[in-house]
């Protein structure tokens, strides 16, 4: 799905590490892993020393947090890796914006009305950052 990601480049370097990774979750590992640099990532191109850092937290199971301390719940169906990473997502942001909805709506892209479903859904409650 194509939930509005932001668009970013590749870096010379960044391809090249991610043409000698071996892949061994194949397609659905490389298209979790784009999102993820997507998601969390900023600026307009991807660096090869964030790539080396979320293959770092894949190669790492018994540590399945990558550079940005976000977990990825690849073992399970999508639904629930999903609202996990949602939850993690927001949560981390929210600390940033310092529990303000609006600074978190700015950080996360969002209109602050879905936000507020959204958080709720997750259970997740501002008044707690």
């Known amino acids: 799905s194509r939930e509005s990601l932001p668009q970013r480049r590749f870096s ?34 991807i660096t090869v020393d964030e790539v080396e850092a979320a293959l770092s937290g894949i190669r790492s199971p018994q540590h399945p947090e990558g550079g940005s301390g976000v977990s990825l719940a690849l073992d399970r169906p999508l639904r629930e890796a ?36 959204k958080l709720k859904s997750l259970g997740i409650d501002p008044n707690d950052f």
């Open 12 to 45: 010379d370097a960044a391809v090249a590490r991610l043409t000698r990774y071996q892949w061994p979750g194949n397609i659905r590992e490389l298209k979790n892993l784009v999102q993820r640099l997507l998601i969390l990532g900023d600026g307009p191109q």
């Open 82 to 117: 999903r609202e996990s990473f949602e939850r993690q997502y927001l949560q981390r942001q929210l600390a940033a914006a310092g529990g303000s909805v609006g600074e978190l709506a700015k950080l996360a892209g969002m209109e602050r009305t879905h936000l507020y479903r």
